[in-house]
C-alpha cells in the first residue's frame, strides 16, 4: 500500500515558476514508476510526465515537453514536478500516481493516487 500526498500548488502569474512535490509513504517507494496528472475544470484528467522507478526514464506530454520537469529522490520517497514558463492554460488540480509497473501516460496504469493540489495560473 502507498500513500501519496502532493504539494506545492499555488497561484502564480503566467511566466512563473511552481514545484510540485509527491511525498510517499511506504518502503518501497524506489520500486514504483511515478506519475503526474492534472485535470482542469469541465475537462478529462490528463497526463502530464512520468519517470521510471530509478529515474532514468522520462515521458512528457507534448503540451509540457519543455517546461516542466519530472524528477525524484527515492531517498526522500518523493517526487517532484518542476513547472516553468507557467501559462494559464495549465490551471488545474495536479495528481501524482504511483505504478508498479512501467508507469507511462495511462491511467489506467497507475494503482496509487494523491489526493491532488490546486494550481492557478493567472494572465
Known amino acids: 500500500q502507498v500513500q501519496l500526498v502532493e504539494s506545492g500548488g499555488g497561484l502564480v502569474q503566467a511566466g512563473g515558476s511552481l514545484r510540485l512535490s509527491c511525498a510517499a509513504s511506504?518502503?518501497?517507494?524506489?520500486?514504483?514508476?511515478m506519475g503526474w496528472f492534472r485535470q482542469a475544470p469541465g475537462k478529462e484528467r490528463e497526463f502530464v510526465a512520468s519517470?521510471?522507478?530509478?529515474?532514468?526514464?522520462?515521458y512528457y506530454a507534448d503540451s509540457v515537453k519543455g517546461r516542466f520537469t519530472i524528477s525524484r529522490d527515492n531517498a526522500k520517497n518523493t517526487a517532484y514536478l518542476q513547472m516553468n514558463t507557467l501559462k494559464p492554460e495549465d490551471t488545474a488540480n495536479y495528481y501524482c500516481a504511483a505504478d508498479i509497473q512501467g508507469g507511462g501516460s495511462s491511467l489506467s496504469a497507475y494503482d496509487y493516487w494523491g489526493q491532488g493540489t490546486q494550481v492557478t495560473v493567472s494572465s
Open positions: 519517470i521510471s522507478w530509478r529515474g532514468v526514464t522520462t
Open positions: 511506504g518502503r518501497f517507494f524506489s520500486t514504483y514508476a
